[in-house]
């Protein structure tokens, strides 16, 4: 049996495998069979991971996380976690080539899926006009007229990107200004190529074969009217990725797995948690990646109690929590 | 077994003229999900050598055929029978996945 098994390879994941690794605790990493890498692999430029004062391109930054990993004697796995037994004192993942692995302790990382519009039509044009990767597909609309949804960072990233390509990129956004940082909002505003819509949702996509137009609706009057397009393109969010641990783990109101106050413990002693899916919030490659480390030593700490109370995990709960509380005070009293 | 190029002069032969049935995997050297879908899809190529061929077309060296087929999101996997597209997968997916929609082929 292993000591520790991670499930995800995005930063988070990543970089509980470098901690876990120097910690000569031989992690094994389930990298998923097509995500590896996770959301980064989709991105272009990086420019807000410190120590790339250039910047860095995603799937580069993400190549050098597994490096990293690896170099320390992390084993990476490229297969799909498709059944998870986190109960009792022995973690079991069943694999989808059949496979399985057990170990002591379980960091789930598996970050989150791009939101659908949820509009009936939109799994069928998906791949024909309907799109989630700008990087990916943006190639196909040369000189073409298409559509980002979202007000987000990843919107204007998409919708600056595909500007590239495209010689015209509407932004459908449903209120008056955008979630965006800054900096991003500037150079889509300035971007000639692309042109705002305010305060319009898309409640139907056009198209029997492909993507032709929306209907859109405007969010303060009711208003409906007509785009006509060539592709869209949605970024409005991401959805945790919990599918595997529910009725297992305990979730939060926003859907994402609960943790225990600033740590990774979740409802399950021994199991722990990092990344986009314990995060409502910020969802930063930086704060997974950092959300990644806290997972790692607490798994650590986990596993050195167990070995202090010769493998009972309820114990070494209580000891991590105590430690916690320990923390809290501190932190209090400094604050004062 | 690495599934082989095909390019616009040999896309006729190899594909449309092919007797077996042909899975195209539409590619490109900046796509991520493709490099994740390609081992995959060399493995199934192996084990069902006898039924189905495997080819890739890259989409930046031959956008002719990617435009004829109209490709707006890679990969994209089309399966041809006698010269024409009677199936087509889009999207990298686990092998599983891409095993059950393409089992009507390799079954």
């Known amino acids: 049996m292993r000591d520790i098994i991670i499930i995800g390879s995005g930063p988070a994941g990543f970089t509980a495998a470098i901690y876990a690794a120097r910690a000569e605790l031989k992690p094994l990493l389930i990298a998923s069979s097509v995500e590896i890498g996770g959301e980064l692999m989709n991105t272009t430029e990086v420019e807000n991971f410190p120590g790339f004062p250039e910047g860095i391109m995603g799937p580069d930054l993400m190549g050098k996380m597994q490096a990293q990993a690896e170099r320390f004697g992390t084993e990476v796995v490229y297969d799909d976690v498709v059944e998870l037994d986190v109960e009792g004192p022995v973690k079991r993942v069943k694999l989808g080539n059949g496979g399985g692995h057990e170990a002591k302790s379980l960091i789930f990382a598996t970050g989150s899926a791009y939101r659908k519009l949820g509009l009936p039509e939109e799994e069928r044009l998906s791949g024909h006009g309907l799109s989630w990767c700008a990087t990916c597909d943006g190639f196909f609309f040369r000189e073409k007229t298409i559509a980002v949804v979202g007000g987000g960072d990843s919107a204007m990233e998409e919708a600056t990107f595909l500007t590239r390509f495209a010689d015209k990129v509407y932004v459908i956004h449903r209120r008056d200004q955008l979630k965006a940082s800054k900096i991003m909002q500037q150079r889509a505003f300035d971007n000639p190529k692309i042109e705002f819509v305010w305060n319009a949702e898309v409640s139907a996509i056009h198209g029997d074969t492909a993507v032709t137009g929306v209907t859109l609706r405007d969010t303060v009057s009711g208003d409906v009217s007509a785009l006509d397009l060539d592709g869209l393109f949605v970024a409005i969010g991401n959805d945790p990725r919990t599918h595997l641990v529910h009725g297992k783990l305990d979730l939060t109101a926003e859907g994402t797995i609960a943790v225990d106050g600033r740590s990774s413990r979740t409802s399950v002693p021994g199991v722990f948690a990092a990344g986009d899916v314990i995060d409502p919030t910020y969802r930063q490659a930086v704060t997974a990646a950092g959300s990644g480390t806290v997972a790692a030593l607490d798994a650590e700490h986990y596993l050195a109690a167990l070995e202090d109370t010769d493998g009972e995990p309820a114990a070494a709960s209580a000891e991590a929590a105590e430690v916690d509380e320990l923390v809290a005070v501190d932190l209090a009293d400094a604050t004062r | ?107």
């Open chain 2, 1 to 107: 077994m690495t599934a082989r190029a095909v390019s616009e002069a040999t896309f006729d032969q190899e594909v449309l003229q092919n007797d077996k049935a042909v899975l195209v995997d539409f590619w490109a050297e900046w796509c991520g999900p493709c490099r994740a879908v390609s081992p995959i899809l060399d493995q199934i190529a192996t084990e069902h050598s006898d039924k189905l061929d495997i080819v890739k077309l890259n989409v930046d060296e031959n956008p002719g055929l990617a435009m004829k087929y109209q490709i707006t999101a890679i990969p994209a996997m089309k399966v041809f029978k006698g010269g024409e597209v009677v199936r087509t997968v889009i999207g990298a997916k686990p092998k599983p996945i891409l095993e059950q929609d393409l089992a009507e082929f390799i079954g």
